[in-house]
């Protein structure tokens, strides 16, 4: 027997969650642990309080809702995303894969359908970081990947500290549930890219995510006036520059899968008739494959020391300031996934996750899997952010198939 959940309902709830912190571009604001992050997820907890499920929240402000499995001890399945949104976000960013969630758990319920395992919907706390960084934060807790004391003196832009919000919402009284023992984790989310709609595709069945390493390079040289030094007795960065540039550049046509970004080239002191002193830039190379972003990095370390020697009065240093390793997800669950997709006669491809989720923290610690539905224009963290009401119900009809599969066995 096959179920569907019903699109008009989990539609519906979309868009009226989105009034909560309504951006006059028709987007929502609700940054992680303010006032309309607290109000939608109040909202959230209205719905799901007419069905009793139990609610658990942790101390980082996660919300973990159960609905029981026949085995009570059962390692339960978890489902979910997260509620907050970036200051410019859109409708659907984690909203989607939480409403989804409750979306299949209602539609198993309305069905009269009971599974072995208990089933979990999780609502991650501040997967944005945007004002409080880390991004990730409340799956990075729940899975040890953050220290629970570091993350709490993370500290917004009007100084507020995380550990002071935590507290005015009373998340910290609570221990929580552990994840050790769940059976599995999968998140639906929007591609937050152009794949799957330039591909004309409704589902993309998420292998893994990319891995991602961060750079900082600064290249120092002499300050001067831009008038009275010839070129020759200059000690100026920017052709230094320039060669990095095109190194980045040639290292970002390793091959198809492979992502080189110059995020930021600040000049100092950048004034229109100074020879600048100093360049600090960013690069960011991403990869789903280690040994080829291994090879990438080795490229760039040695492409600097070439540019080093070949220009001895400039000062070159560059350094890896952050980095993620490659997430594979799980190959059982990815084969249920084209299973539900097949059997629903639905269009799919796979695809590697350009972004970051909270189903990367949760891989480290169970089998994991993301289902993709394409949003338009690629357009995300934007207020046109856009997923089609088919497209929408087509993710949430798979995330059902997949977590009615997996707590049956
Ligand atoms: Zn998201």
């Given at each position: ?27 929502s604001?609700?940054?992680a ?8 997820r ?15 929240k ?42 989804a ?11 009269a ?78 591609e ?49 520059l320039?060669h ?18 110059i ?11 100074v ?11 991403r ?32 350094r ?5 390793p ?36 949760l ?28 497209d ?16 049956n066995?």
């Open positions: 027997m096959r179920y569907g959940i019903d699109g008009d309902r989990l539609w519906a709830r979309l868009m009226a969650i989105a009034q909560i912190g309504a951006t006059p571009e028709g987007g604001c609700r940054q642990l303010s006032d309309p992050d607290e109000a939608g109040a909202l959230f907890l209205d719905w799901c309080g007419a069905r009793g499920y139990q609610l658990r942790d101390r980082i402000g996660n919300l973990f809702l159960r609905r029981a499995g026949r085995e009570a001890e059962a390692s339960p399945v978890l489902i979910g995303s997260h509620l907050d949104t970036q200051p410019t976000g859109g409708r659907f960013d984690g909203v989607l894969g939480v409403l969630g409750l979306e299949v758990l209602e539609t198993l319920d309305d069905n359908v009971e599974t072995d395992r208990p089933i979990e919907l999780c609502v991650w706390t501040n997967e944005e970081g945007c004002r409080f960084q880390p991004a990730m934060m409340g799956s990075g807790v729940a899975c040890g990947v953050l220290e629970m004391e570091t993350v709490l003196a993370a500290r917004d832009h009007a100084g507020t500290t995380l550990a002071e919000e935590i507290a005015r919402h009373g998340y910290d009284q609570e221990p929580g549930p552990s994840l050790a023992e769940a059976a599995c984790y999968i998140e639906l989310h929007i937050q890219g152009p794949i799957l709609e330039a591909a004309g595709k409704t589902i993309g069945v998420v292998t893994g995510g990319q891995g991602i390493r961060w750079y900082e390079i600064s290249i120092i040289g002499e300050e001067t006036h831009a008038g009275p030094v010839p070129m020759a007795l200059r000690k100026d960065p920017v052709p230094v320039m990095v540039i095109g190194l980045v550049q040639a290292i970002g046509r390793t091959d198809e899968a492979a992502r080189c970004t995020g930021r080239i600040d000049l100092s002191p950048g004034a229109i008739n020879v600048p002193g100093q360049v600090a830039m960013t690069v960011d190379l990869h789903p494959d280690e040994a080829v972003l291994d090879a990438m990095h080795r490229r760039l370390v040695e492409g600097l020391d070439v540019l080093r020697q070949r220009h001895p009065d400039i000062d070159l240093q560059g890896m300031t952050w980095h993620s490659v997430v594979t997800f799980d190959r059982g669950l990815i084969e249920t996934v084209r299973a539900s997709v097949r059997d629903r006669g639905l269009t799919f491809t796979d695809i590697v996750s350009g972004a970051g989720h909270d189903a990367f923290n891989a480290r610690r169970v089998p994991t899997t993301m289902i993709f539905v394409p949003c338009r224009d690629g357009i995300s963290h934007n207020p046109r952010e856009y997923a089609a009401p088919s929408v119900a087509a993710g949430a009809n798979v995330l059902l198939d997949l977590t009615l599969a997996r707590s066995m």
